[in-house]
């Protein structure tokens, strides 16, 4: 038995192979995508090379909260299916006939996909596109109140990510049940590929919502600027350590009354950090902006 499992798995050694570096390359391209979002919703210019380990890291980070937030959806969805299913035990039969009839129909079933995932993509998940400058600017106006509660308030945070993932789990459901229904040449074609590129986009949004949303707002407080002190009662934050330099949040003193205290990014050359001090590690939305909202 081992020889032959030995014979196996040296066949098959080209095919992993392949499959490992198809696999990197993906989690690749996905990190630098979060990355790249990431920087740009905190308020910091472009400081990326083309090779970088960290975005393998982050692509990997991202697959584990994936592989987490499925399981977590499951158990967020099990009371709902529960539910669900006893309201289809109570319907009567006839009911249940006509309901399961009218949603076997495959053109009905593709406009309302197109419907879902237009709406999630457009009212939903392209949302986080409006967050952008966290850590200097107060947020926009544009950006929609419940999607800042839920940034600031960040227990909910996780919660919402697996809805998302839910949503996106429902677009593929669709598109599986759909696979073999054979729609006429035309419109209804065209309709099926659309609804396709919907699901990828879909897909797509959903490491850049992590990237904006979730990834590393957890930041290391530090007790000076390289070999400069801060000044009392100032505070700060390593925000980003570039190619070039370590990028580094600093907020004054807290102002009387109304007027916010004053936040600024400082960038320090590698060689003029030559020692950093770790004081804590905040959540840094509810740090700056818990206060008031």
Request: with cysteine; hydrophobic share 55%.
């Amino acid at each position: 038995m081992l020889s032959e499992l030995g014979k196996w798995a040296s066949g098959q050694g080209g095919a992993w192979a392949k499959a490992f570096v198809i696999g990197s390359g993906l989690l690749y391209a996905v990190g630098y995508l979060i990355i790249r979002f990431h920087l740009t919703a905190i308020g910091i210019g472009t400081d990326l090379s083309v090779l970088d380990e960290r975005y393998l890291n982050a692509g990997a980070r991202f697959l584990v909260y994936l592989v987490l937030s499925i399981s977590n959806s499951v158990l967020v969805a099990l009371p709902g299916l529960l539910l669900a299913w006893a309201l289809w035990r109570l319907c009567p039969c006839a009911l249940r006939a006509r309901i399961h009839v009218t949603v076997r129909k495959p053109k009905l079933l593709l406009v309302l996909g197109i419907l879902f995932a237009v709406g999630m993509i457009q009212f939903v998940m392209r949302q986080c596109f409006f967050l952008t400058n966290l850590l200097l600017a107060e947020f926009s106006p544009d950006a929609p109140g419940w999607l800042v509660y839920l940034l600031v308030h960040e227990l909910w945070m996780p919660l919402y990510f697996c809805l998302l993932v839910v949503a996106c789990a429902l677009s593929l459901l669709i598109v599986w049940v759909l696979r073999a229904t054979p729609f006429p040449p035309g419109l209804w074609t065209a309709a099926r590929l659309l609804f396709i590129g919907l699901v990828a986009v879909q897909i797509l949004m959903l490491p850049i919502n992590y990237g904006v949303l979730i990834m590393d707002k957890v930041m290391p407080r530090v007790a000076s600027l390289g070999a400069t002190p801060l000044s009392p009662g100032e505070q700060a934050w390593l925000v980003w350590q570039g190619r070039d330099g370590s990028t580094f949040l600093v907020q004054g003193r807290q102002q009387q009354g109304s007027v916010p205290a004053q936040r600024r990014m400082v960038t320090l050359a590698r060689a003029d950090v030559k020692r950093l001090e770790i004081l804590d590690f905040d959540s840094i939305m509810p740090t700056l902006f818990g206060s008031k909202r």
